[in-house]
């Protein structure tokens, strides 16, 4: 369960990171944002946009947290944030490359 625990901090702290290097990416102009419902809360504005995005990765974390018990949660998790990750890290370098 600690293994889990770990996986679903990350995954939460990696939702910031995305966020905040979208939120950078679009005010800079160098990016539109290709998922529909968050270009939806971001052109509703920014309080809105972190309040879904947050939000919605709160819920799912504590959902994955509350079936600890069974390994399909574990299985989630890992995959969540090894997605996570990757769109971070691809973020990441795209901005650093202007």
């Known amino acids: 369960m600690r293994v889990l625990l770990w996986l679903l901090v990350e995954l939460w702290v990696l939702n910031v990171a995305d966020l905040l290097l979208t939120r950078h990416s679009l005010s800079l102009g160098f990016?539109?944002?290709?998922?529909?419902?968050?270009?939806?809360?971001?052109?509703?504005?920014t309080v809105q946009a972190v309040a879904f995005k947050l939000g919605i990765v709160t819920v799912g974390t504590l959902l994955l947290?509350?079936?600890?018990?069974?390994?399909?949660?574990?299985?989630?998790?890992?995959?969540?944030?090894g997605v996570f990750a990757a769109v971070v890290a691809y973020q990441a370098l795209w901005v650093l490359s202007f």
């Open 65 to 81: 947290w509350r079936l600890r018990h069974y390994r399909t949660a574990l299985i989630a998790a890992t995959l969540l944030t």
């Open 31 to 45: 990016a539109t944002e290709s998922n529909g419902v968050m270009d939806y809360f971001f052109r509703s504005g």
